[in-house]
């Protein structure tokens, strides 16, 4: 009896040892080391890897990531596993032209792209890897139809499945800080992933996360309250007058979205503020309006590059992609890309409305958190994240004020901080929503301070 029982231990462990050595064997045959890149003369200077990782049921769901080591101390700094918008953007849009260690060139024509090194990228100081999720996006596929299916509470639990097997995958990562990066639409998925990384830990998953909190980027929290606040953003960026404000707040009583029809005066006063903003660049505020009749360039000739470039069979053979297992490449998923009001699609369901709840639960947490905007943003505007990291109900631990870079204000901040939870707020002065695209330098300095304020105070045990 008692043999037997031993025997059932062992069993046991045999077959654990077997499933963590599958998913390594999995894991190990999909990582492609990326030396040289089409468009990029001589060796990469920085270490690019490529592959795939399986998550959810059977693994039927592909993720593809781009992972570059830290371009600086790889064995200490961080690693942020970054979660681009959209939902349906491609992790590429980083890559290639935000804060990734690349920039395309299309000075020489679209069809003759160059790639030049960004001197702003993150991977000056972290270890990036960069995740196409979920499935029909970028270069991630499904194994089955219903596998292509997905919804934002689906990202959640796929990405916290991809950070676990990508790093047993690379195992030597285990021990440097762990932080989730996520940008815009993200901004409501990537704090529930964050949960789940510190409710892995607290069940005791193994292997254990070294998670240090999470960093997020012109993110949409809340659907009313970031809609919400266009109205007021717009009255203090001089796009509507005191007067418009004033009778707005009067006739809509704070509620400038969901509005009661019957209430003609409201109304009446929402159609001045759209008269107002309707041709303004949400985006960017500063930037030209575009939209069909409009003869300015309205969309990134550097876009089309990437286009062309991913799609090219030579990028496709550098990067290592599975032959046939996507159509063409695309930068965005238009399908699945959000937009205010819309509904469920085929292949995407929104069903995370606010991840507020998810923030303040954080607040519990040893967690650092940086939030940071475009002060030019009006799609996601910063005063409605003012207000919102406000009710979190935190101590202010430093309040507003600018943050220098060569002797200019770079943007403003402020700190909140109760037992081993903090939050850096930071808007970037001028920037719009593609903050790290308008103001590289002081994005990279907002991240950098963020990121050493919290290097070796929690050293894995
Ligand atoms: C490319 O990926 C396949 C698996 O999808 C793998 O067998 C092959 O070794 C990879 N090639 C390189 C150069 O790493
Ligand atoms: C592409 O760019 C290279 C390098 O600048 C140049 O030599 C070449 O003529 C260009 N080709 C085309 C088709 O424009
Ligand atoms: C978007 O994703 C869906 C489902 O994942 C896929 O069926 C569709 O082909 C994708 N659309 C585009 C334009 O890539």
Same mark, same amino acid.
């Given at each position: 009896m008692r043999c037997n029982q031993e025997n059932l231990m062992l069993l046991s462990h045999f077959i654990i040892l077997l499933t963590f050595q599958s998913h390594f064997i999995t894991l190990s045959h999909s990582q492609t080391i990326v030396k040289n890149l089409p468009g990029y003369s001589g060796d990469l200077p920085f270490k690019l890897e490529t592959g795939y990782v399986g998550v959810g049921k059977n693994e039927e769901v592909q993720l593809f990531y781009y992972f570059v080591e830290s371009q600086n101390n790889p064995e200490e700094d961080p690693l942020i596993c970054y979660i681009p918008g959209g939902p349906g953007s491609s992790a590429l849009l980083a890559f290639? *032209?935000? @804060?990734?260690p690349l920039n395309i060139n299309v000075d020489n024509g679209i069809t003759n792209a160059t790639l030049v090194t960004n001197q702003y990228s993150w991977t000056k100081m972290a270890s990036i890897v960069f995740v196409d999720i979920?499935?029909?996006? =970028?270069f991630s596929y499904a194994?089955?139809? =219903?596998?292509?299916v997905s919804s934002d509470s689906i990202v959640a639990d796929q990405a916290h499945d991809f950070v676990k097997k990508f790093l047993i995958g690379h195992p030597k990562f285990l021990k440097n800080p762990l932080y989730m990066g996520g940008i815009s639409y993200m901004g409501l998925v990537t704090p529930v992933i964050t949960m789940n990384v510190y409710e892995g830990n607290e069940r005791g998953d193994q292997p254990r996360l070294n998670i240090q909190g999470y960093i997020l980027g012109s993110p949409l929290t809340d659907k009313f309250m970031d809609f919400n606040s266009r109205f007021k953003y717009a009255h203090r960026m001089a796009l509507i007058s005191d007067d418009i404000y004033k009778l707005g707040i009067e006739n809509c009583h704070g509620n400038y979205i969901n509005t009661d029809t019957s209430n003609s005066l409201c109304a009446q006063s929402l159609q001045s503020y759209k008269q107002c903003?309707?041709? !303004?660049? @949400? &985006? &960017? !505020?500063l930037e030209p309006f575009c939209d069909e009749s409009n003869s300015m360039p309205c969309q990134e000739e550097a876009f089309n590059g990437i286009r062309i470039w991913a799609n090219s069979v030579t990028v496709q053979q550098a990067l290592n992609i599975s032959q046939g297992t996507i159509g063409t490449w695309e930068l965005m998923n238009t399908t699945m890309h959000y937009a205010e009001g819309k509904k469920d699609t085929f292949c995407y369901a929104y069903d995370i409305f606010s991840s507020f709840a998810y923030h303040k639960k954080l607040t519990t947490k040893n967690c650092r958190a940086l939030i940071f905007s475009g002060d030019?943003?009006?799609?996601?505007? *910063?005063v409605g994240m003012e207000q919102w990291i406000a009710s979190l109900g935190v101590r202010v631990e430093e309040s507003w004020k600018p943050y220098f870079i060569d002797g200019q204000v770079g943007g403003y901040e402020m700190t909140y901080a109760q037992n081993d939870f903090s939050l850096t707020f930071a808007t970037v002065k001028g920037a719009g929503h593609l903050v790290p695209v308008d103001k590289p330098k002081e994005t990279m300095d907002v991240i950098e301070r963020c990121l050493a304020s919290r290097i070796d105070s929690n050293i894995i045990e």
């Amino acid at each position: 009896m008692r043999c037997n029982q031993e025997n059932l231990m062992l069993l046991s462990h045999f077959i654990i040892l077997l499933t963590f050595q599958s998913h390594f064997i999995t894991l190990s045959h999909s990582q492609t080391i990326v030396k040289n890149l089409p468009g990029y003369s001589g060796d990469l200077p920085f270490k690019l890897e490529t592959g795939y990782v399986g998550v959810g049921k059977n693994e039927e769901v592909q993720l593809f990531y781009y992972f570059v080591e830290s371009q600086n101390n790889p064995e200490e700094d961080p690693l942020i596993c970054y979660i681009p918008g959209g939902p349906g953007s491609s992790a590429l849009l980083a890559f290639l *032209y935000e @804060m990734g260690p690349l920039n395309i060139n299309v000075d020489n024509g679209i069809t003759n792209a160059t790639l030049v090194t960004n001197q702003y990228s993150w991977t000056k100081m972290a270890s990036i890897v960069f995740v196409d999720i979920p499935a029909g996006t =970028g270069f991630s596929y499904a194994k089955t139809k =219903g596998a292509w299916v997905s919804s934002d509470s689906i990202v959640a639990d796929q990405a916290h499945d991809f950070v676990k097997k990508f790093l047993i995958g690379h195992p030597k990562f285990l021990k440097n800080p762990l932080y989730m990066g996520g940008i815009s639409y993200m901004g409501l998925v990537t704090p529930v992933i964050t949960m789940n990384v510190y409710e892995g830990n607290e069940r005791g998953d193994q292997p254990r996360l070294n998670i240090q909190g999470y960093i997020l980027g012109s993110p949409l929290t809340d659907k009313f309250m970031d809609f919400n606040s266009r109205f007021k953003y717009a009255h203090r960026m001089a796009l509507i007058s005191d007067d418009i404000y004033k009778l707005g707040i009067e006739n809509c009583h704070g509620n400038y979205i969901n509005t009661d029809t019957s209430n003609s005066l409201c109304a009446q006063s929402l159609q001045s503020y759209k008269q107002c903003t309707d041709r !303004i660049s @949400m &985006n &960017n !505020i500063l930037e030209p309006f575009c939209d069909e009749s409009n003869s300015m360039p309205c969309q990134e000739e550097a876009f089309n590059g990437i286009r062309i470039w991913a799609n090219s069979v030579t990028v496709q053979q550098a990067l290592n992609i599975s032959q046939g297992t996507i159509g063409t490449w695309e930068l965005m998923n238009t399908t699945m890309h959000y937009a205010e009001g819309k509904k469920d699609t085929f292949c995407y369901a929104y069903d995370i409305f606010s991840s507020f709840a998810y923030h303040k639960k954080l607040t519990t947490k040893n967690c650092r958190a940086l939030i940071f905007s475009g002060d030019h943003d009006m799609t996601f505007p *910063y005063v409605g994240m003012e207000q919102w990291i406000a009710s979190l109900g935190v101590r202010v631990e430093e309040s507003w004020k600018p943050y220098f870079i060569d002797g200019q204000v770079g943007g403003y901040e402020m700190t909140y901080a109760q037992n081993d939870f903090s939050l850096t707020f930071a808007t970037v002065k001028g920037a719009g929503h593609l903050v790290p695209v308008d103001k590289p330098k002081e994005t990279m300095d907002v991240i950098e301070r963020c990121l050493a304020s919290r290097i070796d105070s929690n050293i894995i045990e």
